[in-house]
């Protein structure tokens, strides 16, 4: 059995792009949570800017706020694509293959949409 070779190597990548997940979840949920607290307030009698934008954060430019939300999307489905590669290294036959490789694919698509 060869294939059974391949299990630890593929757990350890399967850890490894979780984790990577989970800081890109980490970091993506800091940057909201600055955006709500620090965010733009309209205090009464004052009107809305000519370029207001509902994703506002006070760091970096007009783009942040799109980017953070696709960043966190991604992040929570490539979690949950982890965890999928983890049972189908679990249970390594070829019944739970599909559904780990369709849920990779989604959220490697979804990264990508996250990088621009």
């Given amino acids: 059995m060869a294939n059974t070779q391949l299990k630890p ?5 399967l850890l490894l792009n ?3 997940y989970l800081i890109v979840a980490a970091i993506g949920g800091w940057a909201i949570n600055r ?15 000519a370029h207001f934008s509902p994703i506002y954060f006070p760091m970096g430019n ?6 953070v939300v696709f960043a966190m999307i ?14 189908h290294v679990r249970l ?11 849920v990779a694919i989604m959220a490697w698509t979804l990264t990508l949409l996250a990088m621009g």
């Fill in 18 to 20: 979780f984790c990577m």
């Fill in 35 to 49: 955006a709500i607290d620090h965010g733009f307030v309209i205090g009464p009698g004052l009107e809305l800017p």
């Fill in 74 to 87: 991604a992040s929570v489905v490539g979690a949950a694509s982890s965890l999928a590669g983890i049972n």
């Fill in 92 to 102: 390594w036959h070829a019944d739970s293959l599909p559904s780990a490789a369709s």
């Fill in 62 to 67: 007009a783009a942040t706020g799109f980017f």
């Fill in 9 to 13: 190597l593929a757990g350890l990548l």
